[in-house]
Nanobody, 121 residues
Framework: QVQLVESGGGLVQPGGSLRLSCAVS????????MAWYRQAPEKERELVATISYGGTTKYADSVKGRFTISRDNAKNTVYLQMNSLKPEDTAVYRC???????????????WGQGTQVTVSS
């Protein structure tokens, strides 16, 4: 089975930094685009950043210039470097990927369970 596991969340003061990781494991044939989402209490889920297999990136306006998404295809891992954090960045952050399992000829959207990021003084 394929699974995504996020790590790196925690409590940080405004202006601080965190680096999130999302590792994909299991019976994987290939991984295409990957992304980070977040959801704060009483708010809808927000797309934060995306990255293609070749490394092309896109960002939400709210994080542009502060966050950087990257990937290491050899490690099947995607990262989110978060700098200059603000209280409004507080949310559960989840990664997803378009992943082809070894047992299926197409790609499936697969989600991790999330990691909590809290920005507060």
């Amino acid at each position: 089975q394929v699974q995504l596991v996020e790590s790196g969340g925690g409590l940080v003061q405004p202006g601080g930094s965190l680096r999130l990781s999302c590792a994909v494991s299991g019976s994987i044939f290939s991984i295409d685009a990957m992304a980070w989402y977040r959801q704060a209490p009483e708010k809808e889920r927000e797309l934060v950043a995306t990255i293609s297999y070749g490394g092309t990136t896109k960002y939400a306006d709210s994080v542009k210039g502060r966050f950087t998404i990257s990937r290491d295809n050899a490690k099947n891992t995607v990262y989110l470097q978060m700098n200059s954090l603000k209280p409004e960045d507080t949310a559960v952050y989840r990664c997803n990927g378009n992943i082809r399992p070894t047992w299926y000829s197409g790609f499936l959207v697969t989600w991790g369970q999330g990691t909590q990021v809290t920005v507060s003084s």
